[in-house]
């Protein structure tokens, strides 16, 4: 059993297109993540929900916007997508958003726009 | 502003060595922890420390804290190539998410 699952796995696109890469967890968790990994590994966290409710947004562009239909979907929507969107996304999950807790992630979907 | 600095960025030893990396942080935290990353996949989470804790095992690993001076150990005994990867330290600063760095790429050739 997949608990974190991100589809699709690749996503080789144009710029300027629209694109959306989902999440899901069966682990019961509260909190979702997405986070962006560069091709330095650098891994930066863009969003957080707790319960289908916003509680962290980083620094991101407004072409980026995440969305909750319930509390084990977290959705990415990039509109207009740049030459710099590439790079992998993670999504993760955690039982509470608080303090550091243990966080699971995905496989992460591979962004390549061209 | 990254919180974590993972220390050497690489290391490559042979299988049956042990390998060190090291964490250094900047503020005050909650708990450390650390993921591990194969090519290609996603982060696994390897254990957590709290900060009043100062050492932790977990089967061939063993975490240290030293939160006088804002560092962490990882030591991975007698490795194998399966070890092969990169880890990540993550730290809870505050009330606040995860923050990683940037990643020590280990490599164990057989």
């Known amino acids: 059993d997949t608990a974190v699952s991100q589809t699709p796995k690749y996503l080789v696109t144009q710029m300027g297109n629209d694109k959306s890469i989902k999440c899901e967890q069966n682990?019961?968790?509260?909190?979702m993540y997405w986070y962006k990994q560069d091709s330095k590994k650098f891994l930066k966290i863009m969003f957080s929900?707790?319960?289908?409710?916003?509680?962290i947004n980083e620094t991101v562009p407004n072409r980026f916007s995440p969305k909750s239909p319930d509390k084990a979907h977290l959705n990415l929507h990039i509109n207009s997508l740049e030459l710099g969107d590439s790079a992998v996304y993670f999504c993760?999950?955690?039982?509470?958003?608080?303090?550091?807790?243990?966080?699971?992630f995905g496989p992460g979907t591979r962004l390549l726009v061209l | 502003s990254q919180q974590g600095e993972e220390d050497p960025q690489a290391l490559s030893i042979q299988e049956g060595e042990n390998a060190t990396m090291n964490c250094s942080y900047k503020?005050?935290?909650?708990?450390l922890q650390w993921y591990r990353q194969n090519s290609g996949r996603g982060l696994v989470h390897l254990i957590l420390?709290?900060?009043?804790?100062r050492e932790k095992h977990s089967g061939r690993l063993r975490v240290t804290l030293d939160t006088s001076k804002k560092s962490s150990s990882l030591l991975i005994t007698a490795s194998r190539a399966a070890d092969t990867a990169s880890y990540f330290c993550?730290?809870?600063?505050?009330?606040?998410?995860?923050?990683f760095g940037k990643g020590t790429m280990l490599l164990v050739s057989p």
């Open positions: 993550a730290t809870a600063p505050g009330y606040s998410t995860l923050t």
């Open positions: 420390i709290r900060s009043n804790e």
């Open positions: 503020t005050s935290i909650n708990n």
């Open positions: 682990l019961g968790h509260d909190t």
């Open positions: 929900y707790n319960n289908k409710e916003l509680i």
């Open positions: 993760a999950s955690s039982q509470e958003s608080a303090l550091g807790e243990t966080q699971y």
